[in-house]
């Protein structure tokens, strides 16, 4: 059975984070997500937590759009084990992690050995603390210009050489639609790569219905 969780990234924007998670109790979802940490109140998502009963399903490895990136490795490291102590704080036992963007001046194959040098450096730091990290593809098309992982094949090759059960993929839905289609083909195919999904409506990055998806299909 699919268990849903809100991005409160997308909600309510006006509202502190608090009053927007009291909201997606009050609604009715079982769990809620976010991305970065760091222009939050750890402490108020806690306590907010605690008075809803809700779950984090998720949040962002901090800094984030950061694998791709060279001479990062010592500050990417420092993020995760500081990450990883607000992650067990929150209970979350998922973290996101994405690429960055693309280097015009080196091939596809060396940008990728450094990806997968840092992710498996930053996924040894989440299995020795019992978290998962799913790796982002995204789309380039219309809201990530640049961005350097965009296919499922792409991630699952990265994510199976890793060798990882704390590495897995997130197939954001909305996102492979606009980049590739070939949505269910890829969801049997990968499917035991995946440890996380994100969904909207394409197009427009709305609900689930009246767009080009049939979520109840997928």
């Given at each position: 059975m699919v268990?849903?969780?809100?991005?409160?990234?997308?909600?309510?924007?006006?509202?502190?984070?608090?009053?927007r998670i009291a909201k997606v109790a009050a609604l009715g979802y079982p769990a809620f997500e976010f991305w970065g940490w760091k222009n939050k109140d750890t402490d108020k998502i806690r306590a907010a937590m605690d008075?809803?009963?809700?779950?984090?399903?998720?949040?962002?490895?901090?800094?984030?759009?950061?694998?791709?990136?060279?001479?990062?490795?010592?500050?990417?490291?420092a993020g995760m084990k500081e990450s990883v102590l607000v992650a067990k704080k929150l209970d979350c036992e998922t973290m996101i992690v994405t690429t960055g963007n693309t280097y015009d001046d080196e091939s596809y194959e060396i940008s990728r050995r450094r990806v997968v040098r840092n992710l498996a450096m930053i996924g040894q730091v989440a299995a020795d603390y019992g978290i998962t990290l799913v790796l982002e593809p995204l789309n380039t098309l219309a809201d990530h210009h640049g961005y350097w992982l965009t296919k499922m094949a792409q991630a699952a090759d990265i994510v199976g050489e890793v060798d990882s059960p704390h590495v897995k993929i997130l197939m954001d839905l909305y996102h492979q639609q606009v980049q590739e289609g070939n949505l269910l083909s890829n969801v049997r195919q990968y499917c035991s790569y995946i440890g996380h999904f994100h969904s909207a409506g394409v197009p427009g990055r709305h609900e689930l219905v009246g767009g080009e998806l049939d979520y109840r299909s997928i």
């Open positions: 268990k849903l969780s809100v991005c409160l990234e997308m909600f309510w924007r006006d509202l502190p984070i608090e009053q008075a809803t009963g809700l779950p984090l399903a998720a949040l962002c490895v901090e800094p984030n759009f950061c694998l791709i990136k060279r001479g990062v490795s010592t500050e990417l490291l």
